[in-house]
């Protein structure tokens, strides 16, 4: 989505436009004829603010507790991932070694060629590709004991559950917020504001401040909604912090 600058942008421009709606108001329709209509004006823009304001928090709560399982689902990913590399020290040479060595590759690819495409709205399929070489070594494993048996069974879990993790991740990238949630969230919010540029204020400098500070909140809070409903893209995303991290013990275990 957009950066932080543009979001910046984004926010002053709507104050902006919101003043000079304020302003042109004054000059066309003078305070004093817009104050006998005040309490009517109030009372309808007090009910639309309420709604208003419920539907926005609802909407912020949704995308916050989507990004939080996106978060939380590459962290299920990475442990899937040293899972994987860790069962595999069970396995009869080579395959031990390439599955190991298909792990960090895992890792590698999500980091350097997965994340980087999401931040630019793309698609990449690199870990993908190793995980099916993993697949492929796998099931021409033999296990020639029971003991072998139940460690390849293990690393199968652990296997399939890398797989619904990489999976999640991907359905949480495309994932978007329908056209007519946005028509409502920005339509309900430009009413809003202007509902609240009709008000009239002897004191202009006062209801300035007062447009001001509700098209701010407004503003912010779309801004925000906009962001967290793209975890994987934007200024506020989901880092592979975890993937990072997982990359430095699986060669410190190769280490030792």
């Known amino acids: 989505m957009m950066s932080y600058g543009q979001s910046t942008f984004a926010i002053v421009l709507s104050i902006v436009m919101s003043l000079l709606v304020v302003a042109l108001l004054n000059r066309l329709w003078p305070v004093e004829n817009r104050k006998i ?13 309420t709604t208003y ?20 689902d590459v962290t299920l990913e990475t442990a899937s991932l040293l899972n994987v590399n860790r069962l595999a020290a069970g396995l009869p040479s080579p395959q031990r070694e390439t599955m190991q060595e298909l792990t ?9 060629q997965e994340w980087p495409a999401m931040q630019a709205q793309q698609e ?5 590709v190793v995980m099916r070489q993993m697949w492929q070594v796998l099931s021409a494993t033999r296990a020639d004991s029971m003991g072998q048996l139940g460690r390849v069974d293990h690393l199968t879990t652990a296997l399939s559950n890398l797989a619904e993790r990489r999976r999640l991740r991907e359905e949480q990238h495309e994932n978007r ?6 028509i409502l969230l920005i339509v309900g919010g430009a009413a809003t504001v202007i509902s609240s ?6 004191k202009k400098w006062l209801h300035y401040c007062q447009v001001t500070a509700l098209t701010f909140v407004v503003a912010v809070t779309l801004a925000a909604v906009a962001d967290l409903a793209r975890p ?4 506020l995303a989901v880092a592979p912090t975890p993937l990072q991290r997982s990359l430095v013990i699986m060669h410190d275990d190769a280490a030792r």
């Open 37 to 49: 209509i005040n309490d009517v004006n109030a009372w309808q823009m007090g009910v639309l603010g």
């Open 53 to 72: 304001g419920v539907i926005l928090g609802f909407m912020l709560f949704t995308v916050w507790t989507d990004f939080r399982a996106a978060e939380v």
């Open 104 to 112: 960090v590759k895992y890792a590698e690819a999500a980091v350097n």
């Open 124 to 128: 990449s399929h690199a870990a993908g």
């Open 177 to 182: 917020l329908p056209h007519l949630l946005w």
């Open 197 to 202: 540029c009709l008000l009239g204020n002897d």
């Open 232 to 235: 994987f893209e934007g200024a």
